[in-house]
Protein backbone atom coordinates (compact mmCIF):
# COMPACT_ATOMS: atom_id res chain seq x y z
CA UNK A 1 0.00 0.00 0.00
CA UNK A 2 1.17 3.59 -0.93
CA UNK A 3 2.35 5.61 2.17
CA UNK A 4 -0.47 8.36 2.91
CA UNK A 5 -0.26 11.47 0.95
CA UNK A 6 0.96 14.22 3.44
CA UNK A 7 0.26 17.53 1.56
CA UNK A 8 -3.19 16.80 0.91
CA UNK A 9 -6.19 18.52 3.06
CA UNK A 10 -9.68 18.14 2.32
CA UNK A 11 -11.24 21.34 0.43
CA UNK A 12 -13.96 22.02 3.33
CA UNK A 13 -16.38 25.41 3.38
CA UNK A 14 -15.29 25.66 7.02
CA UNK A 15 -11.97 24.70 9.00
CA UNK A 16 -12.19 21.59 10.37
CA UNK A 17 -9.95 19.02 12.55
CA UNK A 18 -6.70 18.72 10.97
CA UNK A 19 -6.52 14.89 10.96
CA UNK A 20 -9.97 14.91 9.79
CA UNK A 21 -9.13 17.15 7.50
CA UNK A 22 -5.87 15.26 6.13
CA UNK A 23 -8.04 11.65 6.15
CA UNK A 24 -6.87 9.64 3.02
CA UNK A 25 -8.57 6.24 2.38
CA UNK A 26 -6.20 4.14 0.12
CA UNK A 27 -7.71 1.84 -2.39
CA UNK A 28 -4.72 -0.72 -2.67
CA UNK A 29 -3.80 -3.26 0.05
CA UNK A 30 -0.19 -5.07 0.24
CA UNK A 31 -0.72 -8.25 -0.57
CA UNK A 32 2.56 -8.98 0.79
CA UNK A 33 1.60 -7.97 3.98
CA UNK A 34 0.27 -9.65 7.40
CA UNK A 35 -2.00 -8.20 9.87
CA UNK A 36 -0.72 -9.24 13.28
CA UNK A 37 -2.95 -10.88 15.38
CA UNK A 38 -2.43 -9.07 18.53
CA UNK A 39 -3.69 -5.89 16.36
CA UNK A 40 -6.77 -7.77 14.97
CA UNK A 41 -7.80 -8.93 18.01
CA UNK A 42 -7.30 -5.49 19.07
CA UNK A 43 -9.35 -3.82 16.93
CA UNK A 44 -12.37 -6.46 16.91
CA UNK A 45 -12.16 -5.90 21.15
CA UNK A 46 -12.57 -2.11 20.62
CA UNK A 47 -15.61 -3.10 18.15
CA UNK A 48 -16.87 -4.93 20.98
CA UNK A 49 -16.79 -2.19 23.66
CA UNK A 50 -18.63 -0.01 21.18
CA UNK A 51 -21.95 1.18 22.64
CA UNK A 52 -25.22 -0.17 21.30
CA UNK A 53 -29.02 0.68 22.01
CA UNK A 54 -30.56 -0.04 24.72
CA UNK A 55 -27.23 -2.81 25.89
CA UNK A 56 -28.13 -5.01 22.87
CA UNK A 57 -25.29 -6.09 21.77
CA UNK A 58 -26.84 -7.15 18.08
CA UNK A 59 -23.02 -6.61 16.41
CA UNK A 60 -21.26 -9.80 15.15
CA UNK A 61 -17.99 -10.56 13.22
CA UNK A 62 -17.21 -13.10 10.87
CA UNK A 63 -13.17 -12.88 10.52
CA UNK A 64 -11.86 -14.23 7.76
CA UNK A 65 -7.34 -14.32 7.41
CA UNK A 66 -6.00 -14.48 3.94
CA UNK A 67 -6.13 -17.84 2.96
CA UNK A 68 -8.55 -19.26 4.66
CA UNK A 69 -12.38 -20.77 3.80
CA UNK A 70 -13.90 -17.58 5.10
CA UNK A 71 -11.84 -15.03 3.52
CA UNK A 72 -12.85 -16.65 0.30
CA UNK A 73 -16.19 -16.33 1.50
CA UNK A 74 -16.50 -13.01 2.19
CA UNK A 75 -13.89 -12.33 -0.83
CA UNK A 76 -16.39 -13.80 -3.02
CA UNK A 77 -19.62 -11.61 -1.88
CA UNK A 78 -17.29 -8.39 -2.77
CA UNK A 79 -18.77 -5.85 -5.21
CA UNK A 80 -16.58 -4.89 -8.26
CA UNK A 81 -15.95 -2.02 -6.92
CA UNK A 82 -14.85 -2.99 -3.66
CA UNK A 83 -12.35 -6.30 -5.27
CA UNK A 84 -9.25 -4.48 -4.11
CA UNK A 85 -10.03 -5.41 -0.94
CA UNK A 86 -8.91 -8.98 -1.96
CA UNK A 87 -5.32 -8.06 -1.55
CA UNK A 88 -6.17 -7.17 1.90
CA UNK A 89 -4.96 -9.81 5.01
CA UNK A 90 -8.40 -9.84 6.45
CA UNK A 91 -11.79 -9.38 5.85
CA UNK A 92 -14.40 -8.72 8.46
CA UNK A 93 -18.17 -8.98 7.57
CA UNK A 94 -20.23 -7.23 9.85
CA UNK A 95 -23.87 -8.66 10.88
CA UNK A 96 -26.55 -7.77 13.08
CA UNK A 97 -29.20 -9.01 15.20
CA UNK A 98 -32.10 -6.93 14.00
CA UNK A 99 -34.39 -7.83 16.75
CA UNK A 100 -38.32 -8.81 16.91
CA UNK A 101 -39.65 -5.01 16.26
CA UNK A 102 -39.13 -1.76 13.87
CA UNK A 103 -37.10 0.37 16.97
CA UNK A 104 -34.54 -2.42 17.57
CA UNK A 105 -33.99 -3.16 13.80
CA UNK A 106 -33.51 1.00 13.41
CA UNK A 107 -30.88 0.92 16.37
CA UNK A 108 -28.94 -2.11 15.24
CA UNK A 109 -27.60 -0.58 12.17
CA UNK A 110 -26.57 2.27 14.23
CA UNK A 111 -25.12 -0.03 16.40
CA UNK A 112 -23.49 -1.93 13.53
CA UNK A 113 -21.90 1.55 12.02
CA UNK A 114 -20.17 2.62 15.51
CA UNK A 115 -18.64 -0.70 15.72
Excluded at 49 to 58: C, H, I, L, N
Amino acid sequence: MPAAPTDRLADTSVPIHPPIAERWSPRAFDPGADLDRDDLVALLEAARWAPTWGRRQPVRFVVGLRGDAPFTTIAGLLRRGNSYAKAASALILLCTDDGEDDRTQRYAAVDAGAA
